[in-house]
């Protein structure tokens, strides 16, 4: 069975449509799975851990709309919330109780948080986090890491992971040279050239995934994440963690919870809206109490704290105890090792921590997003064919991580394993 038995006739016929409709067919780049050398397939439905196409091909899915879905997709549980919130008013334009519910459950989870202000979208909360640290500081210059992905924000797209990496852009047109000019890029764990950036400016913050997962996963280096922590302190910038992926995925309380290093700012999404739009940024009281109407920072949104996007976030975390994070551990060892034994002597580097997992094509780990660049694209994208048309549903680009979920079960990671193992034949 090659690729070329993925039937997609369906998937074909609505791409053709999208094209004259949507950019590129699709509403968000990585979805086109251009990177693996295939058109997209569209989905009509998902149930747990599985996915069926237009063309009612049923997949084990390993992207799970790329985090959110830590419990798969349509839990009862989340459906329940959402449409008993809904039943009630979609949107009101006035606070309701779950938004402080669902506050008080990240700040309890959360040791950086004690406030926090919600969004619809990870891009908006980073942009405001950013905002905020300016007025804060005084300052406008920002450190962040080459390969980590901050959302599309006009500062925070040079040297981007996820889409742009995908893509190969080092940065979009149509960002003013200021903009751009205001963010110094360094490589990841490379302490000597975050010592000389903070040296050479005056930084308001230095912005990091603490567990980067938008050049595929590639974890901090032993101690590198406290020593962001002293420098921002010793120069006066504030620490701003982007957990959009990590938070309430690698721990309960996120990466912060994960190292016990606590920045000053924190940027989340993705499982806090639980598969509908919402995200937040927050931290301490202090720095916090300076957004509108506190303060003068001004920051808004018509459908902000939205009561559905709540209710979805509330279940979401109502169901991750620490017995949840037990078991996402295990399935996301079973499922490393399991790329690693279906990969045999293909040189390949499978790096995971609790609920994500990248399996990189190189013959040397990867710490960096230059090595994560340096990776066989091209062998990646024949693997990921492959594991299409034996059911299996990868992140159609090496710059992004699978996303182990609660859903997925023993009978999900043999089959994937067994679609890998065939898959490295077709490589
Ligand atoms: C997805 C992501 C964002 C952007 O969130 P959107 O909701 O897509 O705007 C920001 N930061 C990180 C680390 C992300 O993975």
Not at 314 to 334: F, N, P, Q, W
Request: proline content about 6%; glycine content about 10%; hydrophobic content about 45%.
């Amino acid at each position: 069975m090659g690729p070329s038995s993925l039937r997609d006739t369906r998937s074909a016929e609505l791409y053709a449509r999208a094209l004259n409709v949507l950019p590129g067919g699709v509403n968000s780049p990585v979805r086109a799975m251009r990177a693996i050398g295939r058109d997209p397939l569209f989905v009509v439905r998902g149930e747990g851990a599985e996915l069926v196409d237009a063309d009612s091909n049923r997949y084990v899915d390993w992207v799970l709309s790329w985090g959110p879905l830590i419990h798969g997709h349509a839990h009862p549980d989340i459906v329940a919330g959402v449409t008993d919130a809904a039943q009630r008013g979609t949107s009101f334009g006035a606070p309701t109780a779950g938004e402080v519910e669902l506050a008080e459950e990240v700040a309890r989870r959360m040791p950086a948080v004690e406030m926090l202000r919600m969004t619809s979208s990870g891009t908006e909360a980073s942009m405001s986090a950013i905002r905020l640290a300016r007025a804060a500081t005084g300052r406008e210059k920002l450190l962040k890491f080459a390969g980590a992905y901050h959302g599309h924000v006009d500062g925070l797209l040079a040297e981007a992971g996820s889409g742009l990496a995908t893509q190969g852009l080092p940065a979009s047109p149509g960002v003013p040279a200021a903009a751009a000019a205001s963010t110094i890029v360094v490589p990841w764990n490379d302490p000597d050239a975050v010592r000389a950036a903070c040296a050479e400016h005056e930084l308001a913050a230095i912005l990091a995934e603490p567990m980067p997962a938008n050049m595929g996963l590639v974890p901090p280096a032993e101690g590198f994440l406290d020593f962001l922590r002293n420098q921002a302190t010793e120069n006066g910038a504030l620490l701003v963690f982007d957990e959009v992926i990590s938070g309430f995925r690698v721990a309960a309380g996120g990466a912060q919870e994960a190292t016990g290093v606590l920045p000053d700012l924190v940027v989340m999404g993705k499982i806090i809206g639980g598969g509908l739009p919402a995200a937040a940024y927050g931290g301490s009281r202090a720095l916090m109490e300076h957004i509108a109407p506190a303060g003068d920072v001004y920051q808004a949104g018509t459908l902000s704290g939205n009561p559905v996007a709540v209710a979805a976030g509330l279940s979401t975390l109502a169901l991750l105890d620490d017995a949840a994070y037990t078991r996402l551990a295990a399935i996301t060892e079973t499922l490393a090792d399991g790329l690693r034994q279906a990969a045999g002597d293909h040189p390949v580097q499978v790096q995971s921590t609790c609920g994500l997992v990248t399996i990189f094509f190189s013959a040397h780990p990867v710490r960096d997003l230059a090595a994560a660049q340096a990776c066989d694209l091209a062998a990646y994208g024949r693997w990921c064919q492959a594991l299409l048309a034996r059911g299996v549903y990868p992140p159609a680009s090496q710059f992004e991580a699978w996303f182990p979920s609660l859903a997925h079960t023993d009978e999900h990671l043999e089959r994937t394993v067994i679609a890998a193992t065939a898959a490295f034949e077709e490589v």
